[in-house]
């Protein structure tokens, strides 16, 4: 037996330039459901069950405006005739025969460590399973032999995406069943940064003194190793109009790293794209990597542990098993 849950999106009105009450034309409003179960696999129970308790959809089977669009825009990022336009998202729905396992690993590495409020409150409204997803941008670079800048296409492997009504997972494909532990952590990376940032942007989680006080915010331009040296991990973290606003800009920045294993922060620094740019990929412009932010190379001073430990105490304050978070899965 199928449960069907229905959910209502909205009511299109078109007003085409009338005077008269009469003269409006309303369009019949779009209407989008979808069912659970979708299958009779296993992981569907605890798909149901997910939506009886917290109220999201987690869904393997969709459509492509589901995942594409993002409430003004397709994001979807397209090439086709030699030619190539659209968004910046490229993503393949998931292989029924691996959701189950996907979802074991996102249950282990997200699920279990939040309180049944939290998910409850700020959950989007579906969680989309993938095989394949990634963030495509254009990269340039100068070739030499034709003596003049060329451009290119670089796809970026994403573990989540953060859409405008859900939060996509990757994994769902045969890769599942050979994932080592660090991409296991990198997955729990991307999911968990993504709700610490819906959390914060809720202000559910907000900045505290101890927080607040660490770093010296005075405004200069930022080397790399300085940038770490004083206790920031973004490509120029100052600047943002008043000291407050340089505060609220930095401790957001902290729900990127608050949501990685601990390993991944206290390993070798990956320090690939310290000078903004990614020459192997053709000049494309990159991050800084949070990768062994809290290394003793990286975090000279120990500005950015304290930093992060101000966050950490924050979410233990809100019912975060920052245990299971910083062990990653």
């Known amino acids: 037996m199928k449960y069907r849950f229905l959910f209502v999106a909205c009511a299109l ?6 005077d008269k009450e009469e003269d409006i034309k309303v369009k019949e409003g779009l209407e989008v459901s979808y069912a ?16 009886d308790k917290y109220g999201f959809y ?3 089977i969709y459509e492509n405006k589901d995942i594409y669009w993002s409430n003004t825009e397709w994001a979807e990022r397209f090439e086709e005739y ?3 336009g659209g968004g910046s998202l490229k993503a393949k729905m998931a292989e029924e025969e691996h959701v ?3 979802l074991e690993l996102f249950k282990a590495s997200f699920i279990d460590l939040y309180p049944d409020s939290l998910l409850t409150r700020y959950m989007p409204l579906k969680v989309l399973c993938c ?17 003049q800048m060329v451009r290119k296409l670089v796809y970026d492997k994403l573990w989540a995406y953060n859409g405008w009504d859900y939060i996509a997972i990757n994994g769902g494909s045969q890769e599942i069943n050979t994932l080592d532990n660090v991409s296991k952590m990198y997955f729990s990376a991307g999911v968990n940064a993504i709700f610490m940032k819906r959390l914060y942007e809720a202000d559910k989680i907000k ?5 607040a006080n660490v770093s010296d915010y005075t405004y200069e331009y930022l080397t790399a190793g300085r940038t770490f040296a004083r206790g920031f991990i973004v490509n120029r973290p100052l600047g943002h109009g008043s000291l407050i606003s340089d505060q609220e800009a930095d401790f957001g920045s902290y729900m990127d790293l608050a949501g990685m294993p601990l390993e991944l922060l206290e390993t070798v620094p990956d320090t690939r794209y310290d000078d ?11 991050k800084m990597s949070l990768v062994g932010a809290l290394h003793e190379t990286r975090d000279v001073n120990g500005l950015v542990r304290k930093k992060y430990e101000a966050v950490i105490k924050i979410l233990k304050e809100v019912g975060i098993d920052t245990d299971k978070l910083q062990k990653g899965y």
């Open 13 to 18: 009105s078109l007003f085409a330039g009338c």
């Open 36 to 51: 659970l179960p979708q299958g009779d696999h296993d992981y569907d129970d605890d798909i149901v069950a997910w939506y």
């Open 58 to 60: 987690t869904l393997y």
């Open 82 to 84: 030699g030619k190539a």
């Open 100 to 102: 189950g396992k996907q």
């Open 131 to 147: 095989s394949e997803l990634f963030s495509a941008n254009w990269a340039a670079s100068y070739d030499w032999e034709i003596g």
């Open 207 to 211: 900045m505290t003194e101890e927080f």
């Open 276 to 286: 903004d740019m990614d020459y192997e990929n053709g000049g494309i412009y990159k």
